[in-house]
């Protein structure tokens, strides 16, 4: 495989698989395994969908969660603030999702008012408007509003984690699946065209007709050799033209004419007369009315 060939590859395949995927940093935040509950039909804790879902508005798309440190009893995540009081934080999914990474940790929950304290009014959603990145879904429990008790509640979200139901981002899934089996058709057609051995046919040009097979110029060569030719019509000027290639038909004979005179008829071969034409025959020539119908002699 030449080396363009392999640069064809490499660049096909970023751009394939470089989709607008979003990237994680190390989550190191891990839930005890009775809450095993709080996993998304993906098997994927609240931290790391918490993590999937942070990195929408990082500008470059990625986001990690340290576990929490001790003593648990004291602590909780710290609300966002700063460039991360954004529409990917300041709702409360993220918010729901955060906190349920603390308590399967074992740490504290903060409220929701704390959490929102540094986001702007017109960033603060009971719903996550960014669309949900296609490496995750979010659980049924994380889409409870938190607002009217005041913080997540852990009991109130067991009860809706068995009745799960994904928040599918329908447009975004369907544009990934479609974009990636056509541009692993393009990737398929570009290797085959690039790798491929060239065929002895793919460069064969054909000057002129085929040439006849051998047993057909032998046939027509006998066919021909069983024709006879009449060569006393044909012209036997050893370099015929067209004109001298057609028959020429035999002299007609010599005509009586009245007084005993006879008109000699030309030489086929000469476009004169013959040298022996006297002047009395030139002059019978010369005169149509002695060859008129009455003039020759009877039958």
Known sequence: MSVRTVWIFATLLTILFSRGAYGLGTVKAQCDSSMAWMSNSMGQSPCM??????????????????????????????????????VCQCNTVAYNLMEACSFCQGAQIGDWKSWTTNCLPSDISKEYSPDV??????????????????????????????????????????????????GAIILLVVLYLCCRSPRPGDFETVDGPAAAPPSFVASTLVAASALSVDTSTVSKNPNPSMRD??????????????????LRPLSPSS?????????????????????????LPKS
Request: proline content about 12%.
């Open 49 to 86: 969908v918490y993590a999937y879902l942070s990195s929408v508005c990082s500008p470059d798309k990625y986001w990690g969660v340290d576990p929490a440190q001790p003593p648990l009893g004291n602590f909780t995540y710290a609300p966002p603030h700063g460039t991360t009081a954004n």
């Open 133 to 182: 990145p296609s490496e995750t879904v979010i659980p049924s429990w994380a889409l409870l509003d938190p607002t009217q008790a005041g913080s997540w509640d852990a009991t109130e979200a067991r009860k809706h984690a068995d009745s799960s139901t994904r928040k599918l981002n329908l447009p975004l899934i369907i544009g990934a699946s479609v974009g990636g089996g056509v």
């Open 245 to 262: 290639s057609i028959p020429i038909p035999a002299a007609a004979p010599p005509q009586p004419l009245s007084g005993g005179e006879v």
């Open 271 to 295: 476009s004169r007369y013959s040298s022996d034409t006297t002047a009395s025959e030139l002059s019978e020539i010369r005169n149509p009315t002695r060859y008129s119908q009455e003039n």
